[in-house]
């Protein structure tokens, strides 16, 4: 049996991860990270950690709280806001994962005697000879597996995801049959630092939204914006203005400050590009190599068949099916169920 520290989120996922590992006879300790967000978020905080304790409690393992909001505003919350400024759509749960949870709290973890860490997350790892492998969940409509392509082979090593083989509702299944309070815990959908509802709000605090115009593909002026950072690629809902077809955001100009507009098709691309890619279930090909699968441009999107032309840790994709493609997202490459590797969609 193993030592293993269980990252505790204060959900039903997490706790379930901790009830399956403890009946496999393993030795746990739960972990709650805490980090800095906006002031709407404090009490959800700490119920949070409330929760938490409560299943560790139920479980009869030990809980830690340990406080990394220093490191979150450095590492997760400045480039968030970095990103944002510069006109792109950031996903912060892909940055903070390799940087907190597998990077500060498997530190810690391992310095503490333990020997794995564990998460609630519904994805997979496979060991294949002398490399891990990331895999998609089981359930369809959980997989988890993409907010995980930063991991190194490393963190890999080092995870286990118990409820990869499991579905959503199994889950709330076997909480429900363990008397867990979190067994009825309504999902999340927000971000941990900031409510879906406080967004803008949010980036009015930290950022400088300077206003512009909303431009047509001719250069017409339709509107004026709120500021870039408010709006994504692709986004039909919340432009505040009034036109005889649906538009949809098709580019963010960041240097002249202009949001420019058309119908959904203008807004889809048949390539773009990748940066900072991270091979993840397979070795860096050589540069030059075309890799072949499946790429999902967004969470939860559905992957279409593309083509990957490799230079460094750049790469060139050709999708088979025209995509919305907002730069800053990540663009993860799957191989069936394979996590092959995962970048930052770039503009091509």
């Known amino acids: 049996m193993a030592r293993i520290a269980v990252a505790m989120s204060g959900g039903v996922d997490s706790a379930v991860a901790a009830l399956l590992l403890k009946q496999q006879g393993h030795e746990l300790c739960g972990v709650t990270i805490a980090t800095s967000a906006a002031s709407a978020q404090e009490p959800l905080r700490d119920e949070t950690v409330i ?3 409560q299943a560790c409690a139920g479980l009869d393992i030990p809980h830690l709280r340990i406080d990394f909001s220093a490191q979150f505003e450095a590492d997760v919350v400045a480039d ?3 990103c944002h400024a510069a006109g792109l759509t950031p996903n912060p749960c892909i940055m903070c994962n390799p940087a907190l949870k597998w990077g500060s709290l498997l530190r810690y973890a391992i310095g503490e005697g333990y020997e794995y860490l564990a998460t609630g997350h519904y994805a997979r790892v496979r060991q294949n ?4 492998r990331l895999l998609r969940g089981v359930d369809p409509d959980k997989d988890q597996s993409y907010m995980l392509c930063r991991l190194s082979q490393e963190q890999l090593a080092r995870t286990v995801l118990p409820l990869g083989e499991y579905t959503k509702m199994q889950v709330r299944q076997l909480a429900a049959e ?10 999340s ?4 630092f900031v409510a879906a509802e406080d967004y803008g709000e949010f980036l009015a605090e930290r950022l400088e939204l300077l206003p512009g115009p909303i431009l047509d593909r001719a250069g017409e002026i339709l509107g004026w914006h709120g500021g870039l950072a408010l709006y994504t690629v692709g986004q039909r809902k919340g432009l505040g203005i009034a036109h005889s077809e649906p538009l949809f ?6 240097e002249s400050n202009t949001l420019i507009v ?8 048949s390539s773009c590009g990748l940066g900072d890619v991270n091979w993840v279930s397979v070795a860096a090909p050589a540069d030059g190599a075309s890799i072949s699968g499946q790429l999902e441009v967004r969470y939860r999107t559905r992957p279409v068949p593309a083509v990957l032309t490799v ?6 994709v050709r999708l088979a099916t025209p995509q919305v493609c907002a730069p800053g997202q990540a663009g993860v490459l799957y191989d069936g169920d394979v996590l092959v590797c995962g970048g930052t969609i770039e503009e091509q």
């Open 51 to 53: 929760r938490a304790q």
């Open 178 to 187: 363990a008397r867990l309070p979190q067994a009825e815990t309504p999902e």
């Open 129 to 132: 000879d002398d490399r891990y």
């Open 311 to 316: 230079t460094g840790d750049q790469a060139t």
């Open 262 to 269: 058309g119908p959904r098709e203008a807004a889809l691309s």
């Open 189 to 192: 959908q927000d971000l941990c």
């Open 80 to 82: 968030f806001l970095a």
């Open 249 to 254: 955001v098709i580019r963010k100009d960041a």
